[in-house]
């Protein structure tokens, strides 16, 4: 399983763009990138996969440059609510006949949205 | 749809008691996972079951640990003769037979050992 690395904390004023990036360098073919939010007290949330270039979904951006080695959530115009702990993951999906169904969590980045 | 439901959602045991939480998965999802959140840690893995069988239980201490998933009703996971050490947050995950990177948790069930 790749390992990730991202920021522990991060600190944002409501309504601005917030970019949270995860470092993955030694991503495998076989790899996506898979960002989950967690809720204080609640169990984490599927946000948003992607495999390369960009995908973006109602709730965020994902963006992976060519070589794949790191990539960036991007949540526009953050509220209050969007204060949680973001996890990056990496790894492939069971389905692909060679990835596995045990979710990898780091320590994920803190993200605290400010009035 | 309802989400994936998990109870009870605060449990209290005395050491030595038996721990039993329970787990629904969503409707249509025939893939259980268990995992284990200490404080200011990230998620642990634990077990992935399918209807009557345990697929992985690798996570999953060796002693006084089990999880099941019947054919009928919740999965459970039991923890018996309870330590300090097994206070933490249990989650469980379910997810449909081709999609299992992509798992939807439950709220969780914080188990406290005093």
């Known amino acids: 399983l790749a390992k990730t690395t991202q920021p522990i904390s991060m600190d944002s004023y409501e309504g601005q763009e917030v970019n949270i990036t995860c470092s993955h360098n030694?991503?495998?073919?076989?790899?996506?990138i898979t960002w989950y939010q967690q809720f204080p007290s609640q169990g984490p949330r599927f946000i948003i996969q992607g495999y390369k270039t960009k995908v973006t979904n109602e709730v965020a951006s994902l963006f992976i440059p060519a070589d794949r080695k790191s990539s960036t959530l991007s949540l526009p115009r953050v509220s209050l609510s969007d204060t949680a702990v973001y996890y990056c993951l990496v790894g492939a999906p069971f389905s692909s006949g060679a990835g596995s169904y045990q979710l990898t969590f780091g320590k994920g980045t803190k993200l605290s949205v400010i009035p | 749809n309802a989400g994936v439901m998990q109870n009870p959602r605060h449990l209290v045991r005395r050491r030595g008691q038996e721990a039993r939480l329970r787990c629904s998965p969503m409707?249509?999802?025939?893939?259980v996972y268990w995992y284990r959140q200490l404080p200011e840690e990230g998620l642990k893995f634990m077990v992935y079951l399918q209807k009557e069988n345990i697929i992985d239980e690798s996570g999953m201490p060796k002693e006084r640990f089990s999880a099941e998933f019947p054919k009928e009703g919740p999965s459970i996971l039991r923890i018996q003769q309870v330590v300090r050490g097994d206070s933490a947050a249990y989650f469980c995950a379910s997810s449909p037979p081709d999609g299992a990177y992509e798992q939807y948790f439950g709220p969780g069930t914080r188990l406290t050992v005093t």
């Open positions: 409707k249509g999802h025939s893939h």
């Open positions: 030694n991503i495998a073919t076989n790899d996506y």
